[in-house]
């Protein structure tokens, strides 16, 4: 059974909102929940198929995502581009997307995203994500 998910958790963040919506977007009618943490279920897979030092390829559960997504210093602006995509895999959705917005170091921040997400019971169990790592990089140097 899902905990109460507290709004003052630090990953309720204005900064990341155009990722949020763009995802729930992309996910209406799939999942319940008015924000992007409702509709991750408690005990989901996060798989980031990207490498960066001291970033994690794995992170299990909703609430240590949420930790991790807490101190995350992108400042989104917009995201874009939306592309949605229904496997022949019963839950399986793909989204492809951008974000728009400004790095800690002041430069552009401008990336995009393929995100592979499995819904059971109306909830978000797995994701697998691959973005441009080279954006990011641009971005913090």
């Not at 899902?2 to 999942?31: Q, S």
């Not at 991790?68 to 399986?92: I, Q, R």
């Not at 974000?99 to 994701?127: D, E, L, M, Q």
Request: overall charge neutral; glycine content about 8%.
């Amino acid at each position: 059974m899902d905990t109460m998910i507290k709004r003052n958790h630090p990953a309720f963040k204005k900064e990341a909102d155009p990722f949020y919506n763009i995802i729930m977007e992309g996910l209406r009618g799939e999942v319940d929940g008015e924000h992007f943490w409702d509709a991750i279920a408690e005990d989901a897979v996060f798989e980031f198929l990207y490498q960066f030092q001291g970033f994690p390829s794995t992170i299990n559960g909703r609430k240590k995502y949420m930790d991790w997504f807490g101190g995350y210093s992108m400042v989104l602006n917009t995201a874009d581009g939306l592309v949605v995509h229904k496997s022949t895999v019963p839950g399986v959705i793909i989204l492809e997307y951008a974000v728009h917005g400004v790095a800690p170091t002041g430069k552009p921040y401008n990336n995009r995203f393929c995100s592979i997400i499995t819904i059971k019971n109306r909830k978000v169990v797995h994701w697998r994500d691959y973005m441009d790592s080279l954006a990011v990089l641009s971005a913090l140097s």
